[in-house]
């Protein structure tokens, strides 16, 4: 019964925003990190962003989106969120969201994953 639905991708031109939501459901939210991780065809999957479950809701991004992404969540609503400025073309890809019952790592251990979004960044 664990769901995990990632919603709000699709085409951006570059430069742009867009906007991505992660409704989740069957497990206790609050008390889990999340994450966001993307996938292009032929490899493997790429951190992204994670947010704490602690009060604190410590943030850590990769290299690559630090300063144009960021993550946030809702715990009211069971959802996180990943903002995403200044597009560019690479960060095409299919967008998961991921949940951890425990510390936010930037790994891809994470007990809970989404179906995916696909964010397409036209140049």
């Known amino acids: 019964q664990v769901q995990l639905v990632e919603s709000g991708g699709g085409l951006a031109q570059a430069g742009g925003s867009l906007s991505l939501s992660c409704t989740a459901s069957g497990f206790t939210f609050s008390r889990y990190s999340m994450a966001w991780f993307r996938q292009v065809p032929g490899k493997e999957r790429e951190f992204v962003a994670t947010?704490?479950?602690?009060?604190?809701?410590?943030?850590y991004y990769a290299d690559s989106v630090e300063g144009r992404f960021t993550i946030t969540r809702d715990n009211a609503k069971n959802t996180a969120y990943l903002q995403m400025n200044s597009l560019k073309p690479e960060d095409t890809a299919v967008y998961f969201c991921?949940?951890?019952?425990?510390?936010?790592?930037?790994?891809?251990?994470?007990?809970?994953w989404g179906q995916g979004t696909q964010v397409t960044v036209s140049s």
């Open positions: 947010i704490s479950s602690t009060w604190r809701a410590s943030t």
């Open positions: 991921a949940a951890r019952n425990g510390v936010a790592v930037r790994a891809n251990s994470y007990d809970y």
